[in-house]
């Protein structure tokens, strides 16, 4: 099945899905299905239980962050600058919003075929950062969803022990991130020895 | 998951035991936190990072090229399939094509790095049943050979950085692969002495049979692969399915256990092994010659069109996989390694309840995990 067929077939028989194919330019033409962050759990079951795809196996599950970044546009415009008509060029700033974003690698071990790119974005990188686990799919991506936690800090709803897995448990920050800042060594150290037991 | 505690009356009979970071049979630094209610293991949740350098984050600063002698570090065991998994990524993302003489040095030094794995993997499960010594240095005695093969090649035993986008660093002499034929056909007398005092040991039989199983449904749901999930009766071998580099052109079964315990986890590895010997033969009998890199790779300042790739090949320890983002720049965006060991450790605790506490050592011993995998 084509990723086009597989994207019609989610959006016919997931209620309320919504699914975008992401084309990837590189030469390894990975094309990728971009699913709204609402329908995660019922696309995966879809996708997993579905007798011609069967994507039994979950291979990769990993966090992608995208901080804001600001676009510059050069615009002509024609202005009427003292009396007579000129090309004008303006520059105009758009701040496009930063997201996280997660990738699970499906394959299917029943007809040996795959990968299906599976992706879906947080609303943002701040206070929403919430999306379904898909861990009850796919014990798979038990680890490795909680790893996203820990150094993307995506939320997984619905995950049955979301703990940091790497970083101890007195951590705060997410050193996945792009604007991570990491403390000198020593404070590292200090942080590590006042939290006993983390 | 976690099973229900027994009645009220019996519950001071349980103990919570941490088992690591500092214990013999964990492999490096790990450690699981053990509830146990007299021997048996009622819940066991396994507790990482203490190896953790956040390697990913280490390759968005460094360039492709220099991301490589990294690789080596993640399971140290292994050094040449990490090179493989990871040039396999890259030459994806950016289209590169490797030479016929290029892919056969490539499948000789993986599958020798299969055979010193599996041995040195057999020793250390014998080590911690507590056959003190005898199988460990056996396995050891065979692995020495092949490392020596290694540092005459690469120049280092263990962290060989061999191989590079399109090829591999240095071609291998005719003297050399001379060498590599003489250390496979002595390898088939090694299995045979090693079986001949294991496998049909009755202690082994009674400490590994019925022990830690695993079923197939569970194996392909927590994403088991390598030898665990062959173990359990799926076959599935990313060198038959995938047919990456050029495995399609050699003879070789891919071995399959039918309970899924330790017995066969250990099985899987030394008849793998045997299976690694006829392709090694095949592989060193076909070499053909010819460049040994593709001489219009660029290895400095490779900046590969924005994209992204997943590759994967079969390591001796599972599915390794490497997934990478380029946005154009020399470094990577995103760099990922899909660690087999550390995924292979999902089911741990599903293998461990209700069994023995000195049984959790034999079946980790038989998941084969190496720390700097697991933690990264």
């Known amino acids: ?198 | 998951m976690t099973q229900a505690l027994p009645p009220e009356a019996e519950q001071d009979e349980v103990m919570e035991i941490s088992m690591g970071p500092q214990h013999p049979s964990t492999h490096g630094v790990f450690r699981m936190d053990v509830r146990l209610d007299g021997e048996r293991v009622l819940r066991l949740k396994p507790v990482f990072g203490y190896l953790h350098r956040n390697h990913e984050k280490i390759a968005e600063a460094a360039s492709y090229l220099a991301e490589i002698p990294y690789t080596d570090r993640l399971d140290y065991l292994c050094s040449m399939t990490n090179n493989w998994g990871y040039a396999l990524a890259v030459e994806k993302l950016a289209g590169l094509t490797v030479p016929e003489r290029a892919e056969y040095i490539r499948v000789i030094v993986s599958e020798l790095t299969r055979l010193q794995n599996h041995a040195g993997m057999v020793g250390f499960l014998l080590q911690d049943m507590g056959a003190s010594g005898t199988p460990l240095m056996y396995a050891f005695r065979e692995r020495e050979k092949v490392l020596d093969l290694f540092e005459s090649l690469s120049g280092a035993r263990m962290m060989c950085n061999y191989m590079r986008f399109g090829g591999v660093r240095v071609d291998c002499s005719a003297e050399w692969l001379g060498q590599a034929a003489k250390v496979v056909g002595g390898f088939g007398g090694f299995l045979d002495e090693f079986e001949q005092l294991l496998t049909g040991n009755e202690i082994l039989m009674a400490r590994t049979q019925g022990v830690g199983v695993l079923p197939r449904e569970l194996a392909i749901n927590a994403g088991v692969t390598g030898p665990g999930l062959r173990a359990s009766g799926v076959n599935y071998d990313l060198r038959k399915v995938d047919r990456y580099g050029v495995y399609e052109r050699f003879q070789f079964r891919v071995p399959l256990g039918e309970h899924g315990d330790v017995f066969d986890r250990y099985m899987m590895r030394v008849l793998e092994m045997r299976e690694s010997v006829k392709i090694l033969e095949q592989a060193l009998r076909d070499i053909p010659s010819g460049p040994f890199i593709d001489p219009k790779a660029r290895l400095r300042g490779l900046r590969p069109k924005v994209g992204e790739a997943y590759a994967r090949i079969e390591s001796p320890k599972g599915e390794l996989g490497f997934y990478l983002i380029s946005d154009g720049s020399p470094n990577p965006y995103r760099y990922r390694v899909r660690p087999p060991s550390l995924i292979n450790l999902t089911v741990l605790e599903d293998m461990c309840l209700g069994q023995n506490i000195a049984d959790v050592v034999v079946i980790l011993g038989s998941i084969d995990i190496v720390m700097g995998e697991v933690d990264r």
């Open chain 1, 1 to 198: 099945m084509t990723l086009e067929e597989i994207r019609s077939r989610l959006e016919a028989f997931v209620p309320g899905c919504h699914a975008e194919i992401v084309v990837n330019g590189s030469p390894s033409a990975q094309n990728s299905l971009l699913i709204d962050r609402r329908h995660g759990l019922q696309t995966a079951m879809y996708l997993r239980d579905h007798p011609e795809l069967q994507l039994d196996f979950c291979s990769n599950v990993t966090a992608v962050d995208w901080p804001d970044r600001e676009e510059t546009e050069t615009i002509k415009t024609r202005k009427i600058v003292d009396g007579v008509e000129k090309e004008v060029e303006e520059t105009k700033k758009t701040t496009i919003p930063g997201y996280l974003e997660v990738v699970y690698h499906l394959f299917s071990i029943a007809k040996k075929e795959g990968p299906v790119v599976l992706r879906m974005h947080t609303a943002n990188r701040t206070d929403d950062v919430t999306l379904q686990s898909l861990t009850p799919v796919w014990r798979s991506a038990e680890f490795q969803e909680r790893e996203a936690f820990d150094l993307f800090g995506i939320v997984f709803e619905g995950h049955p022990d979301l703990r940091r897995i790497l970083m101890w448990e007195g951590f705060t920050d997410h050193p996945m991130r792009k604007d991570y800042v990491p403390p000198p060594d020593d404070d590292l150290e200090l942080l590590a020895v006042s939290k006993p037991g983390a």
